[in-house]
């Protein structure tokens, strides 16, 4: 059982963001090595994987301060079946230098159970906490996350992870169609172009937070200790 507290004002862009223990969880996208470390699927689509480093440390804290209270924990993988019977044809166009199912350095790009479609050791689930492995971009799509939220009656949706315009962005809306109250923690979250990682940040505190809110760490922390 989680630690209850009365709703907290949590200091966010553009207003404040009603955290609402018990009713709100921690959405992790896609701390995967493919992304994270040379040798994967981000590598693979040429782009320094380094850039993406500095949310590592943040998510971590943040995993820690959701461990601590009790709260839930959502974690995803972007993965496709072995047989990529669940890889649209369209997602293996282009020219990478490896496609998904390709044998890379880390085992098959971006398949279900290799070595690196893992989650980095210091983002890694733990027992009982939520994982979802996922075949789109989003978060809900093609996955059972919406009737897992809907049964633990969760109603706010804290995000991180990677990237800030691909998976986190895509989910967030996802969620927002849904109903969802949704909040991104700025330093937890990286892209491998900061220019993308600041759009992204922008167009989801526009038009009065359109889609959700976005907050410093700090102010998560302090709010919530
Ligand atoms: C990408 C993701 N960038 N997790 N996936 O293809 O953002």
Not at 40 to 46: M, T, V
Not at 148 to 165: Q, S
Not at 202 to 213: E, H, L, P, T, Y
Request: charged share 25%; glycine share 10%; proline share 8%.
């Amino acid at each position: 059982m989680g630690i209850e507290m009365d709703e907290v004002a949590i200091q966010a862009l553009p207003d404040a963001f009603p955290f609402v223990p018990g009713k709100t969880a921690l959405v992790v996208i896609d701390m995967q090595r493919d992304f994270i470390e040379p040798g994967g699927f981000g590598a693979a689509l040429g782009n320094d994987v380094s850039r993406l480093q500095p949310a590592i440390e943040p998510v971590a804290k943040l995993l820690a301060l959701f461990r601590a209270k009790g709260w839930p924990i959502v974690h995803t993988r972007e993965s496709h079946l072995p047989d990529l019977s669940d890889c649209p044809p369209a997602k293996r166009k282009g020219k990478p230098s490896l496609r998904i199912g390709d044998q890379g350095k880390m085992g098959r790009i971006l398949v279900r159970g290799e070595p690196g479609n893992a989650i980095v050791p210091a983002c890694a689930p733990l027992p009982g906490e939520i994982e979802i492995d996922k075949p789109g971009k989003g978060a809900f799509y093609a996955t059972a996350l919406g009737t897992i939220l809907d049964r633990k009656g969760i109603t706010h949706l804290v995000f991180a992870g990677v990237t800030t315009e691909v998976c986190v962005q895509t989910s967030m809306r996802e969620a927002n169609d849904r109903g969802y109250v949704c909040l991104v923690v700025e330093e937890a979250t990286e892209s491998y172009f900061p220019e993308y990682k600041a759009a992204a940040l922008s167009m989801i505190r526009a038009q009065g937070g359109i889609v959700g809110r976005t907050a410093k760490l700090a102010d998560l922390e302090k709010a919530l200790a």
